[in-house]
């Protein structure tokens, strides 16, 4: 239920120009984000690299664990959205999927065998893929601008991430190379030492968990249907999220190209480049592994999402979604085509357009187009496309390209990256063609408000 004027106060009296979110609730929140995202940020970047290097995983194999690791979006709705959205506290439920999670993912470090990987890869999912979602409908739920606020609570996700990153990448560094030894020693080692990843990710998932003790509470809301999924479904499927759920399905295909395939390829880079000293540069500052270098991305995050707010406020949706797709397509290209750090280094940082113009005002728009008795479900169903089906069938279609673009001497990059780089292509035609341009959310009185007796 919307919050509304005092009883007392006259029908007639302006409400304020400018309302602010307290400042303590929005360092919780952008606490939350911090973990949510080390969390995952700790081990997915180099899972690929350690199922197909360390456990003797095929690439279409890991592909198809990823996949089905993908499982846990699509009944993120279903189960995380109608908790919240009508049963449970939000903040209690991501305390009790943390704690659950984290023993999850601890095991999952020492599990060996294929049914063994399968079974706790999917347990996983289907505890932390809501999560996801029941973040951001918590911190849209305590956010009074979601244009101006939102930006500055998720930014700590994306400083999580990058921390975890390059933090982990200096531990395999430090703790797994060993000294003097020949290149297959030294990658068989790291490989190995991946295994740590999934053991910090546990750790930090207990700390997750007691932390969302102390959150705002966020109680369920009343709807006008029992089942939260079904009600969300329908404002979704008017209007122009319909597009949008479209277009973002086709991103989150290609999204997993990124997540998957750029570290072994930042390692390919950085291997060739040895000789001429840029690529020991690169390791001394960033670590092994290629997910140190992929936090140039998440730097790129902090800078774009700062400035998010003074665009999300001058600027169409469409016109950031456009600038969104654009920095896929020109990074995949740089991928495919200019395999050299001085291109390389730079189209990493073009991850914060990708995910700050598009991701992030996707959710925005999810917000915003939809009411709030079905916002968690709404975001759930956001997920279940871009990280559920986007997910599953990015896995495989990358794992199937990436079994086509195998050669003797290795993988054929330019193969790998040209393809969802015309997929790219694909789904900027489609925004241009069938979204239509909107004014900026709050030039249409879109500013949000935080239920009745939210900020607890």
């Known amino acids: 239920m919307e919050a509304t004027p005092s009883a007392a106060a006259s029908p007639a009296a302006p409400l304020p120009l400018e309302r602010s979110t307290d400042s303590g609730i929005k360092i919780r929140l952008s606490v939350m984000m911090f973990f949510q995202y080390a969390i995952w940020g700790a081990w997915l970047p180099l899972f690929f690299a350690f199922l197909t290097g360390h456990r003797g995983l095929t690439g279409a194999q890991a592909g198809l664990l990823f996949s089905i690791g993908a499982t846990g979006a699509l009944l993120a709705p279903f189960i995380g959205g109608q908790i919240a959205d009508r049963w449970f506290n939000t903040e209690k439920f991501l305390a009790i999927s943390h704690l659950i999670g984290a023993a999850l993912v601890w095991r999952l470090a020492s599990v060996d065998t294929w049914p063994g990987l399968i079974t706790y890869s999917l347990l996983y999912s289907l505890i932390y893929a809501p999560t996801l979602a029941l973040t951001n409908s918590l911190a849209f739920h305590h956010l009074v601008d979601r244009d101006r606020d939102f930006g500055q609570v998720r930014v700590w996700g994306t400083i999580g991430w990058i921390v975890v990153g390059i933090g982990f990448a200096q531990y395999l560094l430090y703790r797994h190379t060993p000294a003097g030894a020949d290149e297959a020693t030294i ?35 009343r709807g006008t249907q029992n089942f939260a999924a079904a009600e969300a479904l329908k404002e979704v499927m008017r209007g122009s999220l319909k597009t949008l759920f479209l277009v973002s399905f086709f ?125 968690a479900s709404a975001q759930g169903l956001f997920n279940l496309v871009i990280v559920g089906l986007g997910t599953i069938i990015g896995n495989l279609f990358a794992g199937y390209v990436a079994k086509i673009a195998t050669r003797p001497e290795g993988l054929d990059f330019r193969i790998l990256f040209s393809i969802p780089m015309a997929v790219g292509i694909f789904c900027l035609i489609l925004l241009l063609v069938l979204y239509p341009r909107k004014l900026p959310a709050t030039a249409k009185g879109f500013e949000h408000q935080p239920e009745a007796g939210s900020a607890v």
């Open 251 to 375: 991103v989150g295909c290609i999204h997993q190209f990124y997540f998957v395939l750029t570290a072994p390829f930042l390692q390919s880079v950085v291997r060739l480049s040895t000789e001429s000293g840029v690529g020991m540069w690169l390791n001394r500052i960033f670590g092994a592994g290629g997910a140190g270098l992929m936090t140039i991305g998440q730097i790129s995050e902090l800078v774009v999402l700062a400035f998010m707010p003074f665009f999300a406020k001058r600027y169409s949706r469409k016109a950031l979604l456009t600038v969104g797709l654009l920095a896929y397509i020109v990074r995949f290209g740089v991928f495919a085509f200019l395999p050299h750090p001085v291109a390389v280094v730079p189209a990493l940082a073009l991850h914060g357009l990708c995910f700050g113009a598009f991701i992030f005002i996707a959710f925005m728009i999810v917000d915003e187009e939809t009411s709030g008795g079905v916002r």
């Open 187 to 221: 990658g068989a080692a790291q490989l190995a030492g991946i295994a740590d990843s999934l053991r910090l990710s546990a750790i930090l998932g207990v700390a997750m968990a007691v932390y969302c003790l102390t959150l705002p509470k966020t109680p369920p809301q």
